[in-house]
T-cell receptor, first 111, second 117 residues
Framework: GNSVTQMEGPVTLSEEAFLTINCTYT??????LFWYVQYPGEGLQLLLK?????DKGSNKGFEATYRKETTSFHLEKGSVQVSDSAVYFC??????????FGAGTRLFVKA | GAVVSQHPSWVICKSGTSVKIECRSL??????MFWYRQFPKQSLMLMAT?????????EQGVEKDKFLINHASLTLSTLTVTSAHPEDSSFYIC?????????????FGPGTRLTVL
């Protein structure tokens, strides 16, 4: 079945450090891939998405490239801020509307 | 962008009572909505798919008589936790896709924190 695996957290970085959160997936067909962010006590917000191979999603300085050959969708940001502290979820949709989520990676950014 | 609201944002109730949570799509119609449950520091667990005009589809292990879902209109789905117990305490989140493509992202409500005493 479809699944998403992302790196375990928590990830702790200093402000302005480079961020990578790894995400790999297993899916039949051609899934769409997403990164969602959840701030404390809130629901999920879409951060970025990519719908086909080699697409790059980007938003607020975050980027992720849909790599079909490695079935990956790693999240990157060149310089994190304290305000980026949150939980990040990698997710996919493969046919239908059901979203499959990874376990989530908690990010702490220290000033 | 599309907006999904939930009400209430938090609720505290006594054990044995029932609690209703509403999920509304504010600026679009949603024939399908999803209900998730999230435990502290864990991922979202899909509970059920709410279908307008028909019965909800429950995921394996979710008690349909415990978690009643009604998709009353194209903009409203409700989740009722019946005879709530402390183990039902959790963060409940709904979502709705826009459009008809199976690859559209979900728009999530802000969540409802349920505490059962």
């Amino acid at each position: 079945g479809n699944s998403v695996t992302q790196m375990e957290g928590p990830v702790t970085l200093s402000e302005e450090a480079f961020l990578t959160i790894n995400c790999t997936y297993t899916a039949t067909g051609y899934p769409s891939l997403f990164w969602y962010v959840q701030y404390p006590g809130e629901g999920l917000q879409l951060l970025l998405k990519a719908t086909k191979a080699d697409d790059k999603g980007s938003n607020k300085g975050f980027e992720a490239t849909y790599r079909k050959e490695t079935t990956s969708f790693h999240l990157e940001k060149g310089s994190v801020q304290v305000s980026d502290s949150a939980v990040y979820f990698c997710a996919l949709i493969s046919g239908g509307f059901k979203t499959i989520f990874g376990a989530g990676t908690r990010l702490f950014v220290k000033a | 962008g599309a907006v999904v609201s939930q009400h209430p944002s938090w609720v505290i109730c006594k054990s044995g009572t029932s609690v209703k949570i509403e999920c509304r799509s504010l600026d679009f119609q949603a024939t399908t909505m999803f209900w998730y449950r999230q435990f502290p520091k864990q991922s979202l667990m899909l509970m059920a798919t709410s279908n307008e005009g028909s019965k909800a589809t429950y995921e394996q292990g979710v008690e349909k008589d415990k978690f009643l879902i009604n998709h009353a209109s194209l903009t409203l789905s409700t989740l009722t936790v019946t005879s709530a117990h402390p183990e039902d305490s959790s963060f409940y989140i709904c979502s709705a896709p826009t459009g008809t493509s199976g690859h559209n992202e979900q728009f999530f409500g802000p969540g409802t924190r349920l505490t059962v005493l």
